[in-house]
């Protein structure tokens, strides 16, 4: 099972910005689709975005397209969500995950391992 970690999280104002952090620890995060998913209090996971292994495809919630964009930086062994215009219904705890893929396109559907500690992401005035 992959080791990943979330961090980034904070409290934010409605318009402001946020970038969330991925940390593979323990393996090679290259290879891997990860996903970025949220879970806000009385709801179930979400998924938010996902990347491919290659970084070369993403896919986004209707809910946060334009909004948020999902990157990766292999070296670092890190994936990233940049969230910009950020609104109150954000507000969820976020987790990244791997996830599988169909056709070379990430799914976040398809889901590894098991739910991290997340981190929480407050947006409010």
Not at 56 to 63: H, K, Q
Request: with cysteine; aromatic share 8%; charged share 15%.
């Amino acid at each position: 099972q992959l080791q990943l970690a979330e961090s980034g999280g904070g409290l934010v104002q409605p318009g402001g910005s946020l970038r969330l952090s991925c940390e593979a620890s323990g393996f090679r995060l290259i290879g891997y689709n990860i996903g970025w998913f949220r879970q806000a209090p009385g709801k179930d996971h979400e998924g938010v975005s996902c990347i491919s292994n290659g970084g070369g495809v993403t896919n986004y919630a209707d809910s946060v397209q334009g909004r948020f964009t999902i990157s990766r930086d292999n070296a670092k062994n890190t994936v990233y969500l940049q969230m910009n215009s950020l609104k109150p219904e954000d507000s969820a705890v976020y987790y990244c995950r791997q996830v599988g893929s169909v056709g070379g396109e990430c799914r976040m559907g398809l889901r590894f391992g098991s739910w991290g500690q997340g981190t929480q992401v407050t947006v409010s005035s």
